[in-house]
């Protein structure tokens, strides 16, 4: 007997065994995918992680439906870097799985439903829902759940189909549908007729008298053909001659042109290509020598340069150097945002040796992609993206690059694998022997930590590209302001002063505030009510544009109220501001000037972030104001001015990164100032300019800045002389999780042998209707992490098999920072 081990695209920690003929096992190998039956009636795509003969002790092992691939489609390295995640993150196999892959290539089964055609059917006996799924199947073969959902105008539409089937008048089959198709574009050629001289005069006096048009298009085909030695395209041709298709297909029908399709890449940068040689500064060539040698040495090297000097030319000299001697290079960034900006100029270096992959390419660009990793193709020999990124089927990986390292977003929080980017491209480089490059203007304090210990190689960069000056920074006390009454909406004299400035200078201006929506808060001024959201304990945001309230939660949303839901009364006033308020207040005081956002609201599209950028870039707008999306390395030379609208919205959130976070932020959107000839200038408002960290913004002091954290997470057992682990809960009942989470933490106390806090309510208690708590358990150092980790999950799992706690949902958050 023979049999194959699978890992499933669920939710479950356990591998599959499903039986095989002797002729599959054979021919499957690691990594392929198969198509298997689970459960009832469902087929999922399984990938092959292993090959045996022993049977399975438990269940009887299923056959398996179909093998869906010729080749592996994912390396052993990837299914051991993923097995890594899944023991690391504490999450299951599975959900590392379905978050790797491209959605494309896992297929699901949908339900197919068709009519039996050897029942008699009695219409009279139908009720209106039956007679309706019956008539649609008179007119085709077979219709999906969701075809009849839509047909029906309700969602639950499982009882009729099921008392259709009772009736046995309805056949139901699970079918696997492939979702991937490559791009085939539509060439013309000439037949092979019309190849004789003589055959091709007579043919054009015959259309010279008949069809004129289509001899202007044999004509426009023919300097076409002479112009270019490449295929020619009905695209092209139709775009050259000014026709109509009608035209071509005629031709077509003639046998005078033959159609063919060639399979194209969805996503080319081959017209991006310049020719630019590089040339290092003397600060940038230091540098690039340092980071060589620290890389003889250590596997990991941080690259610490102020804002603005220059890392990207280092990293484009080491890509460079590491794909001449033929290995894959992986660039992460940290945002969408960036990655525009940046495929710009690596396409114009390296032309179409890029491929770029993150979640706002379709699945079909993204398989393309994830095909050409795996063949090691020219095309992707450096890959550009987001998280995501770190999964994809690298064969011969060299270098990786981890741009803006410090940001938190590298780490994802929902849904799992909760997995850090930054770590996990470390653990993948270490599969493949590659070296991994860190580089940021203020590294996050682990990072630091680990380059000062020596772990890491470190390099540091103190000047700016071209010698240009750091920003001149100035803070404006607010409550001076407002006392003073110098404030027109939320922008001081001060800020307005400059902004007028720069603006006659026909200079650029970025303003930031970390909050999108018009205004955080709608209040009563008679009663004090504030609209919250129905399933999450937060108020809801007011958004202007759309004249309505929405929760940053859930989604909800709610026409703004005209009067208070509470007291009637139409007194109603709104607290805080947000970047569209800003926007509308711009349109006020400088109504001449072109301003735009750029948050959440305004980047949805696939090319949200390039419409922007690029109208920025091509000064189209003359003030842009952004939330955090605007701090990330983005690279302005006609900003001078930069606008911190409230820094002390980020220093107060209940989070023990805070202090270390702001500093971060706020040096990033100051380093968008001034970054090319002339020195710029960054204006912080705030209600506490004396606050250490505002005052190490001002005078970019990252060291003293470092230190103070350092002190205070040594005290308070953090990071990164303690490791975190986060166990949230979640339930609907509210006495059933303080119960659950109670029992919980008490057994995690009695234990572990280290700090576990809690159970605490967050910030926000309610999601979606789901109560939470969490529980906060501190790991030193010198703990051994892969035991604890096993107590924790040995606890997670007695939990969950008492029954009355079984419905509580709980994760864990390793690393939660």
């Not at 093998?67 to 504490?90: G, K, R």
């Not at 398989?367 to 990793?373: C, D, H, L, S, T």
């Not at 609209?531 to 544009?545: G, M, R």
């Not at 959130?653 to 702001?662: L, V």
């Amino acid at each position: 007997m023979y049999f194959v081990e699978v890992i499933l695209p669920l939710s479950l920690s356990k591998t599959f065994t499903y039986r095989v003929s002797e002729a599959e096992y054979n021919y499957i190998k690691k990594g392929m995918r198969i198509a298997v039956p689970f459960g009832k009636s469902k087929v999922y795509t399984a990938l092959a992680i292993e090959l045996h003969q022993n049977e399975p002790a438990l269940y009887e092992a299923k056959e398996i439906h179909q093998i869906l691939d010729e080749i592996p489609v994912v390396t052993e390295i990837q299914i051991a870097h993923w097995q890594w995640i899944a023991s690391y993150y504490m999450c299951a196999i599975g959900d590392v799985y379905r978050g790797a892959m491209p959605s494309a290539l896992l297929l699901e089964s949908e339900t197919i439903i068709s009519q039996k055609k050897e029942t008699e059917v009695d219409e009279t006996q139908l009720s209106d829902d039956e007679f309706l799924i019956y008539e649609a199947l008179q007119h085709q073969s077979s219709l999906k759940v969701l075809d009849i959902v839509a047909l029906l105008g309700k969602k639950n539409v499982f009882p009729t189909i099921q008392k259709l089937i009772d009736k046995k008048i309805l056949a139901v089959q699970e079918e696997v549908v492939e979702l991937y198709k490559p791009k085939l574009t539509k060439y013309i050629r000439l037949h092979t007729d019309y190849v004789d001289e003589q055959n091709l005069i007579a043919l054009i006096d015959n259309l010279n008298k008949k069809a004129q048009k289509q001899k202007e298009i044999l004509l426009s085909y023919f300097q076409l053909n002479a112009s270019q030695q490449k295929p020619i395209s009905v695209k092209q041709l139709l775009e050259h001659s000014q026709a109509t298709s009608a035209v071509v297909k005629a031709l077509v029908d003639k046998a005078i042109f033959e159609e063919y399709y060639i399979q194209e890449d969805r996503v080319s940068f081959d017209k991006n290509q310049k020719e630019n040689n590089l040339q290092l500064s003397t600060a940038q060539q230091k540098a690039f020598d340092e980071i060589s040698n620290a890389f003889e040495e250590k596997e990991v090297c941080l690259l610490h340069g102020v804002t603005s000097s220059g890392k990207t030319e280092i990293y484009i000299r080491l890509i460079e150097s590491h794909i001449a001697t033929g290995r894959q290079v992986l660039y992460l960034l940290p945002e969408i945002a960036l990655t525009t900006q940046l495929v710009g100029r690596l396409t114009a270096h390296f032309g179409n040796q890029v491929a770029v992959f993150h979640s706002k390419y379709t699945n079909n660009e993204r398989v393309e992609v994830w095909k050409q990793v795996l063949e090691n193709s020219p095309k992707a020999k450096i890959v550009i993206g987001a998280r995501s990124a770190l999964f994809l089927p690298f064969s011969d990986l060299g270098l990786v690059i981890i741009d803006e390292e410090h940001e938190q977003t590298f780490k994802q929080y929902d849904p799992a694998p909760r997995y850090h980017a930054r770590d996990a491209a470390i653990v993948l480089a270490n599969y493949y022997k590659a070296k991994v490059l860190l580089g940021s203007a203020t590294p996050s304090l682990e990072t630091y930590f680990n380059a000062s210990r020596g772990k890491y190689g470190l390099v540091e960069i103190t000047e700016r590209f071209g010698n240009v000056m750091l920003p001149e920074i100035e803070l404006v006390d607010l409550k001076d302001k407002y006392f003073r009454k110098r404030m027109k909406g939320h922008f001081s004299d001060t800020l307005l002063e400059n902004m007028a400035e720069a603006l006659a200078l026909g200079e650029q201006v970025i303003l930031f505030q970390n909050r999108r929506g018009y205004s955080p808060v709608l209040e009563c001024m008679t009663c004090g009510h504030v609209p919250e959201c129905p399933q999450c304990d937060v108020s809801l945001t007011y958004h202007k544009h759309k004249n309505q309230l929405r929760c940053h939660y859930c989604g909800y949303a709610m026409a703004k109220p005209t009067r208070c839901h509470n007291c009637s009364s139409v007194d109603l006033t709104t607290k805080g501001f947000g970047t569209e308020q800003i926007e509308m207040e711009l349109a006020g005081l400088f109504p001449n000037k072109k301003a735009a956002r750029m948050d959440q609201d305004t980047t949805r599209g696939k090319y949200g972030y390039e419409k922007i950028l690029d109208s920025f870039k091509n000064r189209e707008i003359d003030i842009l104001v952004g939330t955090q999306m605007l701090a990330k390395g983005l690279d302005f030379d006609n900003v001078s001015l930069v606008g911190i609208m409230n820094a002390d919205n980020m220093l107060y959130h209940p989070d023990f990164r805070a202090f270390e976070r702001s500093y971060q932020m706020m040096t990033q959107v100051s380093g968008r100032a001034g970054r090319s000839g002339k020195r710029g200038k960054v204006i912080i408002q705030t209600y506490n300019p004396n606050h250490n960290t505002i005052q190490q913004v001002t005078n970019n002091d990252y060291i003293g800045m470092y230190k103070e954290q350092l002190y205070d997470r040594h005290i308070f057992k953090y990071p990164p002389y303690y490791r975190l682990i986060k166990i949230t809960l979640k339930h609907r009942d509210f006495e059933k999780l303080k119960d659950g989470s109670m029992w919980l933490y008490q057994v995690m106390s009695q234990n572990l042998n280290m700090p576990v806090l809690g159970p605490e309510e967050p910030a926000i208690s309610r999601i979606r209707n789901e109560y939470i708590r969490t529980i906060l358990i501190k790991i030193p150092q010198n703990q051994p992490l892969g035991s604890t980790k096993k107590t924790i999950q040995k606890i997670l799992n007695s939990f969950e098999a008492i029954s009355q706690y079984r419905p509580i949902k709980v994760a864990a958050n390793v690393d939660f920072y």
